[in-house]
Protein backbone atom coordinates (compact mmCIF):
# COMPACT_ATOMS: atom_id res chain seq x y z
CA UNK A 1 0.00 0.00 0.00
CA UNK A 2 1.08 3.57 -0.95
CA UNK A 3 1.38 6.47 1.29
CA UNK A 4 0.41 9.57 -0.50
CA UNK A 5 3.04 11.70 -0.28
CA UNK A 6 3.28 14.35 2.63
CA UNK A 7 2.87 18.57 1.53
CA UNK A 8 4.59 19.26 5.24
CA UNK A 9 7.69 20.65 5.12
CA UNK A 10 10.71 18.74 6.99
CA UNK A 11 10.25 19.64 10.56
CA UNK A 12 13.78 21.38 10.58
CA UNK A 13 13.17 23.48 7.66
CA UNK A 14 9.53 24.47 9.01
CA UNK A 15 9.93 25.23 12.86
CA UNK A 16 13.47 27.32 11.72
CA UNK A 17 11.16 29.30 9.23
CA UNK A 18 8.61 30.26 12.63
CA UNK A 19 11.45 31.20 14.75
CA UNK A 20 12.84 33.45 12.38
CA UNK A 21 9.14 35.04 11.88
CA UNK A 22 9.15 35.65 15.81
CA UNK A 23 9.65 39.31 15.61
CA UNK A 24 11.99 41.68 17.84
CA UNK A 25 10.81 42.19 21.24
CA UNK A 26 8.51 39.29 21.39
CA UNK A 27 8.55 35.82 22.67
CA UNK A 28 7.26 32.37 21.81
CA UNK A 29 6.94 29.17 24.10
CA UNK A 30 8.41 25.85 22.36
CA UNK A 31 5.11 23.98 21.85
CA UNK A 32 3.60 27.18 20.24
CA UNK A 33 6.56 27.65 17.62
CA UNK A 34 5.76 23.57 17.50
CA UNK A 35 2.19 24.34 16.31
CA UNK A 36 2.57 27.14 14.16
CA UNK A 37 5.22 25.00 12.42
CA UNK A 38 2.58 22.39 11.69
CA UNK A 39 3.70 20.01 14.37
CA UNK A 40 2.18 19.85 17.50
CA UNK A 41 3.76 17.83 20.55
CA UNK A 42 6.82 18.18 18.94
CA UNK A 43 8.38 21.19 21.09
CA UNK A 44 11.28 18.87 21.79
CA UNK A 45 12.13 18.86 18.39
CA UNK A 46 12.31 22.70 18.35
CA UNK A 47 15.48 22.61 21.02
CA UNK A 48 17.17 20.11 18.88
CA UNK A 49 16.44 22.69 15.66
CA UNK A 50 17.76 25.89 17.82
CA UNK A 51 21.00 23.92 18.74
CA UNK A 52 21.58 22.64 15.27
CA UNK A 53 20.87 25.30 13.11
CA UNK A 54 23.16 28.72 13.77
CA UNK A 55 21.72 32.14 13.11
CA UNK A 56 17.94 31.45 14.61
CA UNK A 57 16.90 34.23 17.47
CA UNK A 58 17.11 31.53 20.12
CA UNK A 59 16.55 33.53 22.55
CA UNK A 60 13.23 34.40 21.80
CA UNK A 61 11.74 31.13 22.33
CA UNK A 62 10.77 29.94 26.12
CA UNK A 63 9.74 27.27 28.12
CA UNK A 64 6.34 26.86 29.25
CA UNK A 65 4.44 30.04 30.60
CA UNK A 66 7.27 31.81 29.79
CA UNK A 67 10.14 30.45 31.99
CA UNK A 68 13.69 30.08 30.77
CA UNK A 69 14.70 26.78 30.82
CA UNK A 70 18.29 27.26 30.20
CA UNK A 71 20.82 26.80 33.09
CA UNK A 72 23.51 28.93 34.40
CA UNK A 73 24.86 31.61 31.91
CA UNK A 74 22.85 30.67 29.02
CA UNK A 75 19.92 31.57 31.06
CA UNK A 76 21.24 35.09 31.98
CA UNK A 77 21.98 35.41 28.47
CA UNK A 78 18.83 34.92 27.10
CA UNK A 79 17.10 37.29 29.95
CA UNK A 80 19.65 40.22 28.83
CA UNK A 81 19.00 39.68 25.03
CA UNK A 82 15.27 39.65 25.88
CA UNK A 83 15.46 42.56 28.30
CA UNK A 84 17.61 44.58 25.14
CA UNK A 85 14.61 44.16 22.87
CA UNK A 86 12.26 45.56 25.56
CA UNK A 87 10.78 42.23 26.87
CA UNK A 88 9.31 42.86 30.80
CA UNK A 89 9.91 39.79 33.06
CA UNK A 90 7.44 39.13 35.98
CA UNK A 91 9.70 37.49 38.22
CA UNK A 92 11.41 35.12 36.50
CA UNK A 93 9.20 34.32 33.96
CA UNK A 94 8.31 36.62 30.57
CA UNK A 95 4.57 38.43 30.41
CA UNK A 96 3.65 36.73 27.86
CA UNK A 97 -0.09 38.82 27.77
CA UNK A 98 2.53 41.55 26.94
CA UNK A 99 5.13 39.61 24.49
CA UNK A 100 3.73 35.99 23.43
CA UNK A 101 3.67 36.37 19.98
CA UNK A 102 0.59 34.73 17.98
CA UNK A 103 0.45 33.20 14.69
CA UNK A 104 -2.45 33.79 12.12
CA UNK A 105 -4.44 30.87 11.50
CA UNK A 106 -3.30 28.86 14.76
CA UNK A 107 -5.95 28.22 17.21
CA UNK A 108 -5.40 26.77 20.43
CA UNK A 109 -8.40 25.34 22.32
CA UNK A 110 -8.29 26.45 25.84
CA UNK A 111 -10.14 24.69 27.94
CA UNK A 112 -11.97 26.51 31.45
CA UNK A 113 -9.78 25.69 34.62
CA UNK A 114 -11.40 24.18 37.33
Same mark, same amino acid.
Given at each position: ???????????? !???????? $??????????????????????? $????????? !????????V?????????K?????????????????????? !?????????????????????
Amino acid at each position: MKRSPTLKPPIA !VAVAEVIR $RIPRGRVCTYGTVAEAAGYPRCA $RHVAKVLND !VHGLPWHRVLGSGGRISLKGEYGFEQRFLLEAEGVRFKGRR !VDMLSHEQHFPGMYRETSPRK
